[in-house]
């Protein structure tokens, strides 16, 4: 089959997804809950501008009351003949779990997208692991894997045509945050080659046993124990055919693409002897780490795309008969099992195969819990052992059951030629929303491949966002945090005394400070830690004051424009007048509407980020500096060992140790009174001659950070010569001052 030319866009795990599941929908019935709200949001965009599926119609969208809603309205809306999608993850899948179970009894097809999230359970995590889907592993759900962006949607194709010609619902899988939410450029299917695959007899069927009074039929019925039994076991015949349509899709899938997708994928070496077995966007990190770290070693790796049905035969197919020794790496807990879903699943494949190789367990990822090159390493160099650690842990210090790997999280493997880029943002102060654009103009308009992932503070607006950045001649399949960047920015100044920013800039490598401090004063301001590093590590020192250029053009506090073209400026990771040129084409495209005033404030701000940033000449005295000792502290030992080291986002250091005591979750009360960040640009100042005392500003401040403060006579005496009052109004505050403390 002749390959179209591709369609090539830049976007994220969720867009890719929406994309695919909007041709195959009718009803979208949708409750939005992290971080699968993207794909319920586009989905709705798209059908409020009337955009058609592949029966040429606008997919209805109903947004119900909670996810339990939502999925007894996908179960009503499939009963009618309408192809039915929804959207979830975490505690709203788990919801959905007992209409699941007569989705599946019923034989109705559906796909569910999950972007696999970490459940409550101790604590509160919206971030990613496979413990959502895992608890929904015996629905009777069809479930597929996809490891990256582009497999989100060419699995997702997979999902919806097999589940059609299949009769099996699919919960579609990709891994949260990691994969839903990363931006890169990848091809997009047209809809006309959707349709090609479509098996429009299948729909014709499904829609024929909807529930019509022209063929009445009852469904729901109760069964007693005298042929409950039979009925459940009259639908294995479905299960056992859906694995081969799911091939056929996959290989026709392969044709038209040239991206090759089996129920399992292996690769490596053919005579590998040790392999790792893996589902998600770890099994991107694998591969490359194998690629550019561990390559003409006998190692390998088996990707897990077809979970549920786990079909031995094709698991052993691709397995090599060289193997000695599996990993098999799961990203749930599953407390007091014998072992973790995934390894059980491999053990019981391997169970009466003659000399099967031995199996491992590790447990890796929980809550997003980075998984990096240096992890992979270990777990390799720990089937090396004569007795390797089994049931083990990556990516933490467990110094108390003592299941971890050690790892040296310096090993990289990007692809030589990659620019890493990371970002120091303030939750809602546009660097984000800058960065994404900065992932477009480069994806869109060279031909180079692009990689944006964000890590947010889960304080959300006024947190802390770090923004990872990668572009490069080769594709790049770096599913974990950069720690080797050639350039690092800082976007608000207050961060220099809070986070080790340059612990992963390189030698040599760019620094941005967004700053109101003048290159004097830096020596006063700047730790004596970032002095050092700056000076030994000879890393090119830049600032600007974005705030102030920001304020003056009209701008306000957003400055992602000017930080933007500023970025473009000191990479150069494109010519700057292309660069420049491709920003103010997004103004006018986001802009447009609002009036030339606005156009015109973007355009100033683009031009104030390219003339306004200053290099700063380090001094060598810096390679010395000295640190200030800080004044001496009596906190509690939870607010040294815990609170701090979170704080500075260095919380991954932390052993499990230190949370003995406290595994229930429950944590020690008062401790924002330790947790000072400090890091507004600008604070309101008490206006004592205009104040009448009334008190509404305290009132309705959100942070409860301005507070109306009586004192007496003593309390006056006693405080500092700038502690300013006024007399206090009212009856019976003759005596007393007044003041509003913010």
Same mark, same amino acid.
């Given at each position: 089959?002749?390959?179209?030319?591709?369609?090539?866009?830049?976007?994220?795990?969720?867009?890719?997804?929406?994309?695919?599941?909007?041709?195959?929908?009718?009803?979208?019935?949708?409750?939005?809950?992290?971080?699968?709200?993207?794909?319920?949001?586009?989905?709705?965009?798209?059908?409020?501008?009337?955009?058609?599926?592949?029966?040429?119609?606008?997919?209805?969208?109903?947004?119900?009351?909670?996810?339990?809603?939502?999925?007894?309205?996908?179960?009503?809306?499939? @009963?009618?003949?309408?192809?039915?999608?929804?959207?979830?993850?975490?505690?709203?899948?788990?919801?959905?779990?007992?209409?699941?179970?007569?989705?599946?009894?019923?034989?109705?097809?559906?796909?569910?997208?999950?972007?696999?999230?970490?459940?409550?359970?101790?604590?509160?995590?919206?971030?990613?692991?496979?413990?959502?889907?895992?608890?929904?592993?015996?629905?009777?759900?069809?479930?597929?894997?996809?490891?990256?962006?582009?497999?989100?949607?060419?699995?997702?194709?997979?999902?919806?045509?097999?589940?059609?010609? +299949?009769?099996?619902?699919?919960?579609?899988?990709?891994?949260?945050?990691?994969?839903?939410?990363?931006?890169?450029?990848?091809?997009?299917?047209?809809?006309?080659?959707?349709?090609?695959?479509?098996?429009?007899?299948?729909?014709?069927?499904?829609?024929?046993?909807?529930?019509?009074?022209?063929h009445p039929v009852i469904r729901g019925t109760a069964q007693n124990p005298d042929i409950f039994f039979q009925a459940k076991e009259a639908a294995s015949s479905y299960y056992q055919k859906l694995p081969q349509i799911v091939v056929d899709y996959m290989k026709e899938v392969s044709e038209r693409t040239g991206r090759t997708y089996k129920p399992f994928d292996y690769v490596g070496d053919p005579n590998a002897e040790h392999v790792i077995v893996a589902m998600g966007s770890v099994c991107e990190t694998i591969e490359e780490t194998m690629n550019n770290n561990l390559s003409g070693e006998k190692?390998?790796?088996?990707?897990?795309?077809?979970?549920?049905?786990?079909?031995?035969?094709?698991?052993?197919?691709?397995?090599?008969?060289?193997?000695?020794?599996?990993?098999?790496?799961?990203?749930?807990?599953?407390?007091?099992?014998?072992?973790?879903?995934?390894?059980?699943?491999?053990?019981?494949?391997?169970?009466?195969?003659?000399?099967?190789?031995?199996?491992? +367990?590790?447990?890796? +990822?929980?809550?997003?819990?980075?998984?990096?090159?240096?992890?992979?390493?270990?777990?390799?160099?720990?089937?090396?052992?004569?007795?390797?650690?089994?049931?083990?842990?990556?990516?933490?210090?467990?110094?108390?059951?003592?299941?971890?790997?050690?790892?040296?999280?310096?090993?990289?493997?990007?692809?030589?030629?990659?620019?890493?880029?990371?970002?120091?943002?303030?939750?809602?102060?546009?660097?984000?929303?800058?960065?994404?654009?900065?992932?477009?103009?480069?994806?869109?308009?060279?031909?180079?491949?692009?990689?944006?992932?964000?890590?947010?503070?889960?304080?959300?607006?006024?947190?802390?966002?770090?923004?990872?950045?990668?572009?490069?001649?080769?594709?790049?399949?770096?599913?974990?945090? %950069?720690?080797?960047?050639?350039?690092?920015?800082?976007?608000?100044?207050?961060?220099?005394?809070?986070?080790?920013?340059?612990?992963?800039?390189?030698?040599?490598?760019?620094?941005?400070?967004?700053?109101?401090?003048?290159?004097?004063?830096?020596?006063?301001?700047?730790? @004596?830690?970032?002095?050092?590093?700056?000076?030994?590590?000879?890393?090119?020192?830049?600032?600007?004051?974005?705030?102030?250029?920001?304020?003056?053009?009209?701008?306000?506090?957003?400055?992602?424009?000017?930080?933007?073209?500023?970025?473009?400026?000191?990479?150069?990771?494109?010519?700057?007048?292309?660069?420049?040129?491709?920003?103010?084409?997004?103004?006018?495209?986001?802009?447009?509407?609002?009036?030339?005033?606005?156009?015109?404030?973007?355009? @100033?701000?683009?031009?104030?980020?390219?003339?306004?940033?200053?290099?700063?000449?380090?001094?060598?005295?810096?390679?010395?500096?000295?640190?200030?000792?800080?004044?001496?502290?009596?906190?509690?030992?939870?607010?040294?060992?815990?609170?701090?080291?979170?704080?500075?986002?260095?919380?991954?250091?932390?052993?499990?140790?230190?949370?003995?005591?406290?595994?229930? +979750?429950?944590?020690?009360?008062?401790?924002?009174?330790?947790?000072?960040?400090?890091? @507004?640009?600008?604070?309101?100042?008490?206006?004592?001659?205009?104040?009448?005392?009334?008190?509404?500003?305290?009132?309705?401040?959100?942070?409860?950070? %301005?507070?109306?403060?009586?004192?007496?006579?003593?309390?006056?005496?006693?405080?500092?010569?700038?502690?300013?009052?006024?007399?206090?109004?009212?009856?019976?505050?003759?005596?007393?001052?007044?003041?509003?403390?913010?």
């Open positions: 089959m002749n390959k179209k030319k591709p369609i090539i866009m830049t976007m994220d795990g969720t867009t890719a997804a929406a994309h695919v599941s909007y041709a195959f929908t009718d009803v979208a019935a949708i409750f939005p809950i992290t971080p699968s709200s993207p794909m319920a949001e586009s989905v709705d965009e798209w059908a409020a501008h009337g955009r058609k599926n592949l029966f040429g119609q606008t997919v209805q969208v109903t947004e119900m009351q909670s996810e339990a809603g939502a999925a007894g309205a996908v179960h009503g809306s499939l @009963a009618a003949g309408a192809l039915t999608t929804t959207y979830t993850a975490s505690q709203g899948l788990l919801l959905m779990i007992p209409n699941m179970y007569k989705i599946a009894g019923e034989l109705l097809p559906a796909v569910f997208h999950v972007t696999a999230r970490t459940l409550a359970a101790h604590a509160l995590c919206i971030f990613g692991d496979h413990s959502d889907v895992m608890a929904a592993r015996q629905t009777g759900f069809a479930m597929l894997a996809s490891s990256s962006v582009q497999e989100s949607m060419d699995l997702a194709a997979v999902a919806h045509l097999a589940s059609i010609k +299949g009769r099996v619902p699919f919960m579609h899988i990709f891994d949260g945050f990691r994969t839903s939410h990363e931006i890169q450029k990848i091809e997009a299917w047209d809809y006309e080659d959707l349709r090609d695959m479509l098996d429009m007899d299948a729909l014709r069927e499904f829609r024929n046993r909807a529930l019509n009074p022209e190692i390998g790796l088996l990707k897990v795309r077809l979970y549920r049905p786990f079909v031995s035969e094709y698991f052993l197919d691709v397995l090599p008969k060289s193997v000695k020794k599996i990993t098999v790496l799961d990203r749930t807990k599953e407390p007091g099992a014998l072992g973790d879903p995934l390894f059980m699943d491999v053990k019981a494949v391997l169970f009466d195969q003659k000399d099967a190789p031995s199996v491992y +367990g590790g447990r890796y +990822g929980l809550g997003s819990k980075d998984t990096t090159p240096g992890m992979i390493v270990s777990i390799f160099d720990n089937m090396k052992q004569d007795m390797p650690k089994d049931h083990f842990t990556i990516g933490i210090e467990d110094d108390v059951m003592h299941t971890s790997l050690v790892y040296d999280n310096k090993i990289s493997s990007e692809p030589e030629g990659t620019i890493a880029c990371k970002f120091w943002g303030l939750g809602s102060d546009g660097t984000v929303g800058a960065n994404k654009t900065a992932i477009k103009i480069i994806g869109d308009h060279t031909d180079m491949y692009a990689q944006g992932y964000f890590a947010y503070d889960s304080k959300k607006s006024g947190g802390v966002t770090i923004s990872h950045l990668r572009f490069g001649k080769h594709p790049i399949k770096s599913t974990y945090l %950069i720690n080797r960047a050639n350039y690092v920015a800082c976007h608000n100044q207050q961060y220099v005394h809070q986070y080790d920013m340059l612990k992963d800039l390189r030698e040599g490598g760019k620094f941005l400070l967004n700053t109101f401090w003048t290159p004097e004063e830096l020596e006063r301001q700047l730790p @004596a830690s970032m002095k050092r590093e700056i000076a030994e590590k000879h890393i090119e020192f830049y600032i600007i004051d974005g705030f102030k250029y920001a304020r003056e053009i009209g701008l306000g506090s957003r400055i992602n424009m000017l930080m933007q073209s500023a970025f473009f400026k000191l990479t150069e990771v494109i010519p700057l007048d292309d660069a420049v040129k491709y920003l103010k084409q997004g103004i006018d495209k986001t802009y447009g509407k609002k009036g030339q005033k606005i156009l015109d404030m973007n355009y @100033a701000a683009v031009d104030a980020g390219l003339a306004h940033i200053v290099k700063v000449d380090v001094p060598a005295s810096w390679a010395t500096a000295e640190d200030v000792q800080a004044p001496s502290r009596n906190v509690p030992a939870f607010i040294e060992e815990v609170l701090v080291p979170m704080n500075r986002q260095e919380g991954d250091n932390i052993p499990v140790s230190k949370f003995v005591g406290i595994e229930d +979750g429950a944590f020690p009360s008062g401790t924002s009174q330790y947790e000072k960040r400090g890091v @507004a640009i600008s604070i309101p100042v008490w206006n004592k001659e205009k104040c009448i005392q009334c008190n509404q500003c305290s009132f309705v401040c959100p942070h409860a950070s %301005i507070r109306p403060i009586l004192l007496d006579e003593a309390e006056v005496a006693s405080a500092p010569d700038a502690f300013e009052t006024i007399q206090a109004s009212g009856k019976g505050f003759e005596n007393l001052k007044y003041r509003m403390q913010v």
